[in-house]
């Protein structure tokens, strides 16, 4: 009887630490989410960067995004995305087609996929600001 106590006991205390952890990591993909969001894309001159191939990445506690951005003529002419570690954000993706199109990255977030869309704008930036 004592060992089925301490097996529930345990399961119990599994979860709850699970929960905790789950909430933690969702919180500080806020947070950072929402600190990439202020950003300051429209600081970014694209008459004063090199043509060429640029590589960046960023994170924001649970999503990861790779890219690499072709720069031609002082216009975005493709974003290509290596790596996005994402939940439910895979939609964001569609983000790049708009950047291109735009020639710009203050574009607006993929309804529904905020976060991967703030991490995928500022993976790009840090590929064209180094």
């Not at 529930?8 to 600190?35: G, H, K, M, P």
């Not at 001159?45 to 002082?74: F, N, W």
């Not at 216009?75 to 087609?97: D, F, N």
């Amino acid at each position: 009887m004592e060992s089925r106590k301490y097996m529930i006991l345990s399961a119990a205390l599994f979860a709850f630490l699970l929960v905790l952890l789950i909430i933690v990591a969702f919180t500080l993909t806020s947070v950072r989410s929402n600190e990439l969001s202020e950003n300051d894309y429209d600081s970014l001159d694209l008459a004063t960067i090199a043509p060429g191939e640029y590589y960046g990445e960023e994170s924001a506690g649970l999503i990861k995004v790779k890219v690499k951005v072709i720069l031609r003529d002082y216009e975005i002419k493709a974003i290509e995305i290596i790596s996005h570690r994402q939940g439910r954000g895979k939609a964001a993706e569609t983000i790049t087609e708009e950047m291109v199109r735009e020639n710009s990255l203050s574009v607006d977030a993929v309804s529904g996929a905020t976060h991967s869309s703030e991490v995928i704008k500022a993976a790009v930036f840090n590929a064209l600001s180094e």
